[in-house]
DNA sequence: AGGCTTGGCTTTTTT
DNA sequence: AGCCAAGCCT
């Protein structure tokens, strides 16, 4: 029987209310999560079959999340909910009826990148150039179009009044073409061809409606237009639907989240309820003072009570530094101390910034200044050229008509053809209407190609052909190995003889071994099974919470998070409100939502910095203190003890490293991997026994060299190999 | 065909 | 400072 017991009595209403749609509006901490949670849960035990149970959520991680609580409340019927990202979820449809909007079911997913690649291909065709058509802001323009439901036709008719304008609905609806000609979709078809889909099957609709008797929707003032659109679909009018959110969270408007979807529920679902959380159970009274200092500047947010229970705690606390280095010295110094006199662990700890680019001052200090720490998010995983080269490989051998990723791997390791052959190979293409992938077979047809390089061609399409067979005959692990042993990828970074080189390979190897453990996982998933995962994956789904390191990560990738202490560093105009030639009021706005979430991810404690002086762009740039903060009632913050900002100003770098050296009791701050030492014995899934014979680097960053059984020597990364240490 | 240099531009934030 | 695309040279 489900203990509702740890949850007060709004929450509880919330969750046992079966009537009709709920709306749940509640400030940060308040339990959103964790109601939506118990209410799954909470249905399951009423009856509900768990697979008629469909919960949307941001991001893969909050997903997962929700699911392993969700297990620990009900046990394994948990595993059978559908739980996801609208895209996930949406795409997994698609797939299963694909037939009804003209597509195969093996279309590839395309990210950014691949978009920004064929709105390049769009304007070469169209002769439209570069310099005045940016293949970049088209490719937002058509972004920002798709996810306000804007069709091509639609565009044509009520938004095109100048020359520009008409050539940017030309590439949009080429763009669009293209897509379905290499059975292909952006991130914002997964959500617009399922309301194509429903729009014109009216069984389909029937069918999935029928499927799901109840749908859970966090993080609900983060969706757009075409989300919503979907939601309405997808439910009926008086429907069996939850939706949980705080409007002044919101931060993903320039992704096309829009927040009058909070004030249209209520219209669109008449006999809704609104439900309110008050009770804040995160954070301290000092710390939801000063967020509401900062967010009541926000004219236009519902009104919305928030108290808690908790302690006063300590006072927020600013840190004055004179530039990032300072900035990221002063930052570690603090967390040292409250390890030290807090009895806290690296865990504990995030810092928060606006942009990535922030992360750089703060691992070269925490590297030198032996704190483990790991980046969240950042320049991902799946975004690298040699991870995306590889994976184009795949996509390919897995939907061949998919342009975008055959011309990425077409000279890719280099094979002699280069942009003439293809441009050539193109031509042909578009003349006989075949694919490019087609004219490879008949690449001595095109006579303009040197009969040298038409046998490259013809190579490349043997070894295509190839893979394609083996697909069905090994599993995605192994096929993937064979092709990297042959393509000779290892060996060609290898002789790149450099650092990034010996990367990539690291790379490349934990790819391998990330796909190999998805072909134990899944025995019988295809290599289309592969790839629908790891197109929507990113680097921040990764669960760490085992790991003790610090957190270095953007405002935007902690929501829903929380941590006992909070740094939230750069907080300088310009920066923090980050602002460019088009900022505008609503833009500050969303800033300042941006920093009442930074502000309520901290539990115990938080900081806030700001630096005098920081690079940005190459040169150095004099920073005035953000806005936000001078909105913070002066009683409710104090400064960082001692003035050591001033202090670190009068000194040179070096003697401010000095000076922390010599006062520094030894203590080892790298309480992650304590025991990994040089002559440990360790245990390696693939590589067996061995014995640690070097070790570089702090945190993420942590690498060892070990000597394996058979004289096999390797580099690992610790956060990928996984190691087992042996007393 | 492919490697190297230059010049413009950039930093938002991510499914 | 660092990245990418275009242009130039071999
Ligand atoms: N009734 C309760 N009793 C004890 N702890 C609670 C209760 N409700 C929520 N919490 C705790 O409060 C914290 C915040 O909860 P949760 O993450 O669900 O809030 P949220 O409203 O989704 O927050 P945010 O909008 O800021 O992401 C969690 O640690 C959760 O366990």
Redesign the pocket.
């Known amino acids: 029987m489900l203990n509702l017991k740890?949850?007060?009595p709004q929450?509880r209403k919330a969750i046992e209310y079966d009537e009709g749609p709920a709306l749940i509006i509640?400030g940060?901490?308040?339990?959103?999560?964790?109601v939506l949670t118990y209410k799954v849960a909470y249905l399951v035990e009423q009856g509900y079959e768990p697979d008629s149970i469909l919960a949307l959520t941001f991001t893969r991680k909050a997903a997962l999340e929700m699911k392993e609580r969700t297990k620990k409340l009900i046990g394994s019927k948990a595993d059978q909910i559908w739980m996801g990202t609208f895209h996930s979820v949406f795409s997994r449809f698609l797939r299963s009826e694909a037939a009804h909007i003209n597509y195969e079911p093996n279309f590839s997913i395309y990210d950014t990148e691949d978009s920004h690649s064929l709105v390049s291909n769009v304007l070469e065709s169209l002769k439209l150039s570069p310099d005045n058509y940016n293949p970049g802001s088209i490719r937002h323009r058509i972004s920002y179009l798709k996810n306000h439901m804007i069709s091509p036709e639609k565009f044509k008719k009520n938004y095109i009044s100048t020359f520009p304008e008409q050539k940017v609905f030309e590439v949009y609806v080429e763009y669009q073409k293209r897509l379905r000609e290499n059975n292909s979709m952006d991130f914002d078809d997964l959500l617009l061809k399922p309301i194509e889909l429903f729009s014109n099957n009216p069984k389909i609709l029937t069918k999935y409606r029928k499927k799901f008797s109840y749908i859970l929707v966090d993080e609900f003032q983060d969706t757009n237009k075409a989300q919503y659109e979907l939601l309405k679909l997808m439910s009926s009018k008086d429907g069996k639907i939850t939706a949980v959110g705080?409007d002044a969270?919101s931060i993903y408007s320039w992704r096309g989240a829009d927040i009058t979807n909070i004030l249209n529920f209520e219209k669109d679902f008449s006999k809704c309820k609104v439900f309110r959380l008050e009770q804040n159970?995160?954070s301290t009274k000092s710390i939801l003072a000063v967020a509401d200092c900062v967010i009541k500047n926000n004219k236009d947010q519902i009104q919305k009570t928030l108290w808690t229970d908790n302690p006063q705690g300590e006072a927020v606390t600013l840190i004055k530094c004179s530039d990032e280095k300072d900035e990221a010295y002063q930052i570690s110094r603090v967390i040292k101390n409250e390890i030290t006199t807090n009895k806290r662990q690296l865990k504990d700890f995030a810092i928060l910034y606006r942009t990535n680019s922030q992360s750089r001052a703060l691992e070269d200090v925490f590297r030198r200044e032996k704190i483990a720490y790991a980046i969240i998010g950042g320049l991902e995983f799946y975004k690298r050229k040699e991870i995306k080269d590889l994976v184009a490989y795949l996509k390919v051998i897995n939907n061949n008509i998919d342009e975008e990723s055959l011309l990425r791997i077409m000279n890719f390791p280099q094979r002699g053809i280069g942009v003439t052959t293809i441009q050539r190979m193109i031509v042909f293409a578009r003349k006989h209407e075949i694919t490019l992938f087609e004219t490879m077979s008949r690449v001595f047809e095109v006579i303009d190609i040197k009969e040298r390089i038409q046998k490259n061609v013809k190579n490349f399409k043997v070894l295509l052909d190839k893979y394609m067979i083996l697909k069905d005959e090994l599993s995605v692990g192994e096929m993937t190995r064979a092709l990297v042993d042959e393509l000779g990828i290892i060996s060609l970074f290898k002789d790149e003889k450099s650092v990034e080189g010996r990367q990539k390979i690291e790379n490349v190897q934990e790819l391998l071994s990330s796909i190999m453990q998805f072909s134990n996982q899944n025995p019988k998933a295809a290599l289309g099974d592969y790839l629908q995962e790891v197109s929507l994956m990113t680097d921040t789904d990764s669960n760490n919470a085992e790991r003790n390191f610090v957190s270095l990560q953007t405002v935007h990738s902690a929501k829903?998070l929380?941590y006992p202490v909070v740094f939230l560093s750069g907080c300088e105009e310009d920066i923090f409100p980050l602002s460019n030639k088009f900022s505008t009021d609503a833009t500050v706005q969303e800033e300042r939502r941006l920093f009442y979430v930074a502000l309520?991810r901290a539990m115990e404690k938080a900081y806030l910095s700001h630096a005098r002086s920081r690079y940005r762009f190459g040169e150095v740039a004099y920073q005035n203190r953000s806005r936000f903060i001078d909105e913070i009632s002066p009683d409710l913050c104090c400064e960082l003890n001692g003035g050591l900002g001033k202090k670190a100003n009068r000194k040179s770098k070096k003697e401010i490293y000095y000076e922390y050296f010599e006062n520094m009791d030894y203590v080892d701050f790298n309480q992650e991997n304590i025991d990994l030492k040089v002559g440990v014995r360790v245990m390696h899934d693939k590589f067996g026994l061995g014995k640690v014979i070097h070790v570089v680097g702090a945190g993420e960053a942590q690498r060892v060299t070990v000597s394996f059984e058979g004289n096999n020597v390797k580099q690992l990364m610790i956060k990928y190999a996984k190691l087992k240490v042996l007393s």
């Open positions: 740890s949850l007060n929450q509640a940060a901490g308040s339990g959103k999560t964790r705080d969270q159970y995160r829903g929380e309520t």
